[in-house]
Structures are given as C-alpha cells and as structure tokens.
C-alpha cells in the first residue's frame, strides 16, 4: 500500500510557475510508474504528465508540453511538476498517482483506470 501527498499548490499569476512535489510512503515509489493528473471543476480528471520507472520516459498533455518538466527521484521516494507559464486554463486540483509495474521501466499510464494509488490532490489557481 502506497500513500501518496502532495504540496505546493497555490494561488499564482498568469504566467508565474509553481513546482508540486509528491512525497510516497508505504512502498519503493521505483517500482512505480508515477503520474499528475489535474480535475477542474466541472470537468473529468485528465492526464497531464508521466513518467516511467527508471525516470527515462516522460510524457505531457499537449497543452502542457515545453511548459510542464515531470521528475523523480527514486533515492527520496517523490516525483514533482515543475509548472511553467503558467494559464488561467490551469487551475485545477492536481493529484498525484502511482502505477505499480511489474514487467517495464519504459512503460507509464494515461489513464486514470491504470494508476493503483492516489493522493488527496493540491490545488493550483492561476489568476488573469
């Protein structure tokens, strides 16, 4: 059993950055591909970033791609989202979330279904 919490959200301006950091307990987060996902409201939760076990895959919501820097370190056990530029379109509670892997250190999800355990979310505002 992983638990998974999240911090540094906040309240930014348009165009400022943020950087959430996701601190895993209960497991070796390495054999975890980890993911962010956002949900804001009214909307379904959506992908915004993942990364694979080893750290040497990532991938980004296209909105978010040259914006957003996904990493991890497996020593500390916590993945972060360093948010760059960040938009009004970005507000949204963020959620960290662990895949456990099995077979694959290249391999992370896109789907919420994938991912085992998730955090209780930090909430991000971006002010216009």
């Known amino acids: 059993q992983v638990h998974l919490v999240e911090s540094g959200g906040g309240l930014v301006q348009d165009g400022g950055s943020l950087r959430l950091s996701c601190a895993a307990s209960g497991g070796t987060v390495s054999n975890y591909a980890m993911g962010w996902f956002r949900q804001a409201p009214g909307k379904a939760r959506e992908f915004v970033a993942g990364?694979?076990?080893?750290?040497?895959?990532?991938g980004y919501l296209r909105s978010v791609k040259d914006r957003f820097t996904i990493s991890r370190d497996n020593v500390k056990n916590t993945v972060s989202l360093q948010m760059n530029s960040l938009k009004p379109e970005d507000t949204a509670v963020y959620y960290c979330?662990?895949?456990?892997?099995?077979?694959?250190?290249?391999?992370?999800?896109?789907?919420?279904?994938?991912?085992?355990?998730w955090g209780q979310g930090t909430q991000v505002t971006v002010s216009s």
């Open positions: 990364i694979s076990t080893s750290g040497g895959n990532a």
């Open positions: 979330a662990a895949d456990k892997q099995f077979y694959s250190t290249t391999y992370f999800g896109r789907m919420n279904r994938e991912y085992d355990y």
